[in-house]
């Protein structure tokens, strides 16, 4: 099976392909994302509940934090009660451990986790684990043992699964890269007003390099030069396998519009899914739970319904299993397959469905097989889903893509908004894949006012000197040699 990873660093999005489908997109989130790190201040404390409303920002939603997940601060053992830990305006550094709904703040924590390559650093937290997916038990034994040798002092150390069969250099360099990582956060912290954001990872590439790399991945694409630079640097310094290719993509087409990327999220945001049997399925989300309804549609390729049923929860099970990927689905979900009566059929379909679930790194877990024929499940919950996503406006390709096409399944759309958005999008195409080689050179030149420093070129434009943003489209090889023509004046 060929595994890709495509990569549009311009949209700060990118997509898991496994034989040119698409398994998984990813995406940086603007607003709050997992292991953000804020100065937040304590602003309600619900003593019936054992939590606190955290302050994280001027604007944005307050985040939420239980006494359980307070565990760095608690003075000893046996404290119970969150007003012996917190009071109302206290400082207090905490760290994004689920992402916000739409009517709910994101959860936090004071166990602060930095996460490298293969080690997680946690400055609050003096403990060594073990990732349970290293189940070789002298392997354990050695990364153990190493990680005594390592641990700073008073911290704690979780050896990642991808430190397994890694040389003990590469391991201290991810270690060393942490620690100086958590220095430059101190540093920060002195220094910063409250409530404030301390860290936020923007960097996709380092984070797809890091989280969702693996030696099965045979080809990495991405469209920006810098980026496939950066790719080529985190995969030596490492000691990644490098994939059999790693391509800058140059076409004048936008990345995620030929690989399928951008139909696939809008896909994903509508309620129905086709299948190929014929039936289809209807998804609906809503905060508290996501219920999945499958109907047969059309399916009738055999005379018995018995048959007929089973096969159709089949194939449903199948696209349900990669619709819960695609779309970030996570939480409590309930699926409504079409009625079995045959108890034998019932177990087959649970067996396949179980199957295809473990294949998801969320981890879904079934947990029954209701009386009225509904399996529940539930997916671990981390980053939000592109419902919501879409919905709050987190990612600004939504913001500028935002009720634009939903409104009409045609493609041959004419709509005004339509329109202006592709002029937007090969306007962006062309000045971030075009490369400036001609110099300039100013011919004529003359100052304004002596309240802007400006000049106005030989071709009638007015630059400002000052204020570089409002030359953006302007190569900065003019700048320097519209300085040189003012100094030899």
Not at 346 to 358: C, D, G, M, S
Not at 391 to 407: A, E, G, P, T
Request: proline residues 2%; hydrophobic residues 40%; glycine residues 4%.
């Amino acid at each position: 099976m060929v595994k890709k990873i495509i990569l549009s660093r311009f949209n700060n999005i990118a997509a898991i392909l496994q034989d040119n489908k698409i398994q998984e997109i990813i995406l940086v989130n603007n607003n709050y994302q997992v292991n953000d790190i804020y100065i937040g201040v304590v602003q309600k404390i619900f003593s019936g509940i054992n939590a606190a409303f955290v302050k994280l920002g001027q604007n944005g939603k307050s985040g939420f934090i239980h006494i359980n997940d307070i565990k760095p601060l608690k003075k000893n053992r046996h404290v119970s009660h969150i007003t012996e830990i917190l009071s109302i305006n206290q400082i207090i550094l905490v760290q994004v451990i689920k992402e916000p709904t739409l009517n709910k703040g994101p959860r936090l924590t004071t166990n602060i986790n930095l996460s490298g390559r293969y080690l997680v650093l946690m400055p609050f937290c003096n403990i060594i684990c073990i990732s349970h997916k290293i189940h070789d038990q002298n392997e354990r034994i050695h990364l153990h043992s190493l990680a005594v040798l390592l641990k700073p002092s008073m911290m704690g150390i979780l050896i990642r699964s991808s430190a397994q069969g890694m040389s003990e250099d590469v391991i201290i360099e991810d270690l060393n890269d942490l620690k100086k990582q958590w220095n430059f956060i101190e540093k920060i912290i002195i220094s910063s007003s409250f409530p404030s954001l301390i860290y936020k990872e923007k960097d996709l590439v380092r984070r797809i390099i890091r989280d969702n790399y693996e030696e099965n991945v045979d080809n990495i694409i991405i469209d920006s030069e810098d980026g496939l630079k950066q790719i080529k640097y985190y995969l030596n310094k490492w000691q990644c396998i490098e994939p059999s290719k790693i391509q800058f993509y140059k076409k004048y087409e936008c990345i995620l519009e030929n690989f399928r990327i951008r139909e696939t999220i809008l896909r994903a945001l509508k309620p129905q899914v086709k299948l190929k049997s014929g039936g289809h399925l209807i998804i609906e989300s809503n905060e508290a739970l996501t219920v999945i309804d499958v109907n047969s549609g059309s399916f009738n390729k055999s005379d018995n319904s018995k048959e007929t049923i089973l096969r159709t929860n089949l194939y449903a099970a199948i696209e349900i299993a990669h619709q819960l990927k695609i779309r970030n689905i996570n939480g409590v979900v309930i699926v409504d397959f079409i009625d079995m009566i045959s108890q034998q059929d019932q177990l087959r379909l649970l067996e396949h469905f179980n199957k295809l679930l473990k294949l998801d790194h969320a981890k879904p877990q079934i947990v029954q097989l209701s009386e009225l024929g509904l399996v529940e499940l539930t997916r671990r919950r981390r980053g939000q889903s592109l419902q919501e996503l879409f919905n709050s406006n987190s990612h600004s390709y939504f913001n500028l893509y935002k009720n634009l096409i939903l409104k009409n399944d045609n493609k041959n759309t004419t709509t005004k908004e339509y329109q202006n958005f592709l002029s937007n999008e090969q306007i962006k195409t062309m000045f971030f894949s075009k490369q400036f080689t001609k110099h300039i050179i100013l011919k004529n030149k003359a100052f304004i006012s002596k309240k802007n420093f400006s000049i106005k070129s030989s071709y009638g434009n007015t630059i400002d000197l000052i204020s570089p943003k409002k030359n953006y489209i302007v190569p900065l090889i003019m700048y320097s040699k519209t300085l040189n023509i003012i100094n030899n004046t």
